[in-house]
T-cell receptor, first 116, second 110 residues
Framework: EPEVTQTPSHQVTQMGQEVILRCVPI?????FYWYRQILGQKVEFLVS????????KSEIFDDQFSVERPDGSNFTLKIRSTKLEDSAMYFC??????????????FGQGTRLTVV | RKEVEQDPGPFNVPEGATVAFNCTYS??????FFWYRQDCRKEPKLLMS???SGNEDGRFTAQLNRASQYISLLIRDSKLSDSATYLC???????????FGSGTRLQVQP
């Protein structure tokens, strides 16, 4: 079964450092997403990406965040200057072309980011 | 104002029991509805989409009441493996983003 893969599974970084979280979406999917989940809290939408540009973003996705699809397979989330409150599980997801509004989003296993 | 609201639980039920979870959403423009399952420290996985007419998948039945902005999930004959957090998820018209509830934790006991 095809799956979304994320690396690394756990990243520890010092406050103020830049981090890049990597994702390989399912190969025939066209929509890509980043979500985050702070420990003990709900899953929150960050950004969606389609046709090499951001299609939607949340208030959380400020200037410290950026996304990129540097080649045909990877999808990355960069946090320029990490803060303690960026510590969370970051999930990448992908979905097919919209076959209807019930099109499923498949999630990767997540990257746990710890900012110290 | 919570966009998607769920009872956090936990619901502790014996094996074989029937359990029901409810969810309310605040945006009447919400168009797509899902139940996801999340195991501890794992990614959300789609359990089932929720259709206007209601739908069933094995032991799982989902219902949608658009007038009341209410979604339900019924699990029959609970198994130990059903122990997880169940996330109510909605997508608003014209948006790609999924809005998650905080989840309802289910613990099925032997």
């Amino acid at each position: 079964e095809p799956e979304v893969t994320q690396t690394p599974s756990h990243q520890v970084t010092q406050m103020g450092q830049e981090v890049i979280l990597r994702c390989v979406p399912i190969s025939n999917h066209l929509y890509f997403y980043w979500y985050r989940q702070i420990l003990g809290q709900k899953v929150e939408f960050l950004v969606s990406f389609y046709n090499n540009e951001i299609s939607e973003k949340s208030e959380i996705f400020d200037d410290q965040f950026s996304v990129e699809r540097p080649d045909g397979s990877n999808f990355t989330l960069k946090i320029r200057s990490t803060k303690l409150e960026d510590s969370a599980m970051y999930f990448c997801a992908s979905s097919e072309w919209d076959r209807g509004m019930n099109t499923e989003a498949f999630f990767g296993q997540g990257t746990r980011l710890t900012v110290v | 104002r919570k966009e998607v609201e769920q009872d956090p639980g936990p619901f502790n039920v014996p094996e074989g029991a029937t359990v029901a979870f409810n969810c309310t959403y605040s945006n009447s423009a919400s168009q797509s509805f899902f139940w996801y399952r999340q195991d501890c420290r794992k990614e959300p996985k789609l359990l089932m989409s929720v259709y206007s007419s209601g739908n069933e998948d094995g032991r799982f039945t989902a219902q949608l009441n658009r007038a009341s902005q209410y979604i339900s999930l019924l699990i029959r004959d609970s198994k130990l493996s059903d122990s997880a957090t169940y996330l109510c998820v909605v997508r608003d018209t014209g948006r790609r983003a999924l809005t998650f509830g905080s989840g309802t934790r289910l613990q099925v006991q032997p």
